[in-house]
């Protein structure tokens, strides 16, 4: 069966295949005892249960896009099985769970639109909260450094440190 299958997927399309190769076989042993195959059906092969197991995870971990979220979903669902046994095992487990929650709120927290808006600071140029008044490296008042840019073609304004005008092109 190895020799023919590379994926526990393909197996249904090979019950065919196999039952015919296991009658030449059984055929062989059971002709001493003068018994006669004549039909075998596969109608299922199970997986130990180790093998489902891992075939589960892997198309849970299909769903989601990254590692990150499906170790989320386990210490959820860990976190839920605990707390239908109440015990020393539930308390470990929120100890632990709580060990993991900055982990789990700075994710949230770099995710969130605010932490996304930076600015450049003009002086410096390190990077700046798109909140900030001051910038944190040089001291610069934000204000200051993110005026709009002016282009001196056709005077639109344009964000901060444009290179290039945005109505007309022209270089600013």
């Not at 299958?5 to 015919?20: M, V």
């Not at 891992?54 to 198309?59: Q, Y």
């Not at 099985?81 to 020393?88: L, M, R």
């Amino acid at each position: 069966m190895a020799k023919n299958l590379d994926t526990i997927f393909n197996l249904p399309g090979q019950y065919e295949a196999i039952s015919e190769g296991l009658i030449k076989k059984l055929e062989e042993d059971f002709s001493r005892f003068g018994i006669m195959l004549s039909n075998l059906y596969i109608n299922s092969i199970t997986p130990p249960p180790e093998v489902q197991k891992a075939i589960d995870d892997k198309s849970k971990l299909g769903i989601f896009d990254n590692l990150n979220k499906l170790l989320k979903m386990k210490a959820a669902m860990a976190l839920e099985n605990a707390s239908q046994n109440p015990g020393q095992a539930g308390a470990g487990l929120g100890m632990g769970l709580g060990f993991m929650m900055p982990a789990m709120y700075s994710d949230i927290i770099k995710n969130t639109p605010q932490a996304q808006e930076t600015l450049k600071c003009l002086d410096c140029q390190n990077a700046i909260a798109a909140d900030a008044k001051f910038c944190p490296a040089c001291g610069q008042a934000v204000k200051d450094t993110q005026s709009p840019a002016i282009c001196p073609h056709c005077k639109t304004e344009n964000l901060p440190g444009a290179k290039y005008c945005n109505q007309c092109g022209e270089k600013i």
